[in-house]
């Protein structure tokens, strides 16, 4: 299994101002996600953090509102950018291929984001 | 890209019920993951699936690769099972078991 450290676990934050969200990992592992979850939706993939390289991002995201990172396999962060009342969501990290096996996926606790 | 329909949206049940979630997907995969998400938003894996049946406890979860379906069972539910339960598949035929296209939950309340 992994465990994984998500934070800051809630904030509230002006408009037009930047939040960096980190995702520590106890074990090395293959892929790390972030996904949003707006207020009565359902969770969307952002992009894929790749290691040592610049992150994939779906379809409607791009870096320079969601710049990631992922410095090593245990570790990625995800900033929202020029934050606006619209970002206000639930942000949650997730991994899979712990310790490079086939795992089933495991996530992180969220970070509840209000922007104001 | 997967579509995931799940059934029902809402369930209320009384403690000690035999619960049923369903869970439908457009394209062919090779795993699926049913998840629990609490009130204050984190996310537990149950279990991921690729074919037959798997049990934890009081959950069991199967899955019907041909007809694009599978369910997750509660049994004996207790208050403490009251979540949201949401099932996930790849977002492509042949993609990552790990980039999911999510369901919209199934809201379960458990009344003592």
């Known amino acids: 299994s992994a465990v994984i450290s998500q934070k800051p676990s809630r904030d509230i934050c002006q408009r037009g101002t930047s939040l960096t969200i980190q995702c520590q990992v106890d074990?090395?592992?293959?892929?790390m996600f972030w996904y949003r979850q707006q207020p009565g939706q359902s969770l969307t993939l952002i992009a894929t953090?790749?290691?040592?390289?610049?992150?994939?991002?779906e379809s409607g995201f791009v870096i320079d509102k969601f710049p990631i990172s992922r410095p090593n396999l245990t570790f990625s962060t995800l900033t929202v950018s020029n934050m606006s009342p619209e970002d206000s969501s639930i942000y949650l990290c997730?991994?899979?291929?712990?310790?490079?096996?086939?795992?089933?996926?495991?996530f992180g606790q969220g970070t509840r984001l209000t922007v104001v | 890209k997967n579509e995931v329909e799940q059934s029902p949206q809402n369930l209320t049940a009384q403690e000690g019920e035999f619960i049923t979630i369903n869970c439908s997907y457009s394209?062919?995969?090779?795993?699926l993951h049913w998840l629990q998400q609490h009130p204050g938003g984190g996310i537990v894996s149950l279990f991921m699936?690729?074919?037959g049946k798997k049990k934890h406890g009081r959950l069991i979860a199967t899955i019907n690769i041909q007809e694009k379906h599978s369910s997750l069972h509660i049994t004996a539910s207790h208050p403490r099972d009251s979540a949201v339960y949401i099932c996930?598949?790849?977002?492509?035929?042949?993609?990552?078991?790990?980039?999911?296209?999510f369901g919209k939950g199934t809201l379960l309340t458990v009344n003592p």
């Open positions: 997730s991994v899979g291929g712990v310790g490079g096996r086939n795992t089933e996926a495991f």
């Open positions: 074990s090395q592992v293959t892929m």
């Open positions: 953090a790749n290691q040592g390289s610049e992150a994939t991002y």
């Open positions: 394209v062919g995969i090779s795993a």
């Open positions: 699936l690729s074919s």
């Open positions: 996930a598949v790849p977002n492509h035929s042949g993609g990552s078991n790990y980039k999911l296209t």
